[in-house]
């Protein structure tokens, strides 16, 4: 089988993108390997720092052997990142003054992140002060924040 070009929505490729959308708007971005198990950290314009958690959208090609995906097997990764992501940044949440936050993909056709994250609980949310940021394709971003019902676009204040 060869090789498949990585799709825009793969974890890495929506790490990149954040990361660079982060830098364009003057966010302090920590270099990946002095970080111990988060995907990205990060200091904003007013000094507060960041711990990023981000998933990707699973791969809609072909599986190792060649075999087409079926609709089950990505429905069924994308709900076990989803929990993968809010375990992982539950157990990073080790200091008050550090804010947490989940980046998901902004899928153009599916908005299971949107959904599911819309529909957890506003007390959760609010009560575990987590952030939640959508990556578009082309850099677009929306967020989240913990108090809010609905993603707004981005401002230069996310707070």
Request: proline residues 6%.
């Amino acid at each position: 089988m060869k090789p498949v070009k990585p799709e825009w929505h793969n974890e890495d490729q929506v790490e990149t993108k954040f990361r660079r959308w982060l830098e364009n708007h003057g966010w302090h971005v920590q270099l990946r390997p002095g970080m111990t198990g988060s995907d990205i950290c990060a200091t904003d314009s007013r000094g507060i720092s960041w711990v990023f958690e981000v998933k990707g959208y699973p791969g809609t090609f072909q599986k190792r052997d060649g075999a087409n995906k079926s609709r089950n097997i990505i429905v069924s990764q994308r709900r076990t990142w989803l929990i993968e992501g809010l375990g992982q940044i539950v157990s990073r949440m080790t200091k008050e003054n550090v804010r947490y936050a989940l980046v998901f993909p902004d899928h153009p056709t599916d908005k299971y992140f949107e959904t599911k994250t819309l529909g957890m609980p506003h007390f959760l949310r609010s009560k575990l002060s987590l952030w939640i940021y959508l990556v578009g394709s082309e850099m677009r971003v929306r967020i989240l924040a913990p108090e809010s019902d609905q993603f707004t676009e981005w401002s230069n204040d996310p707070a």
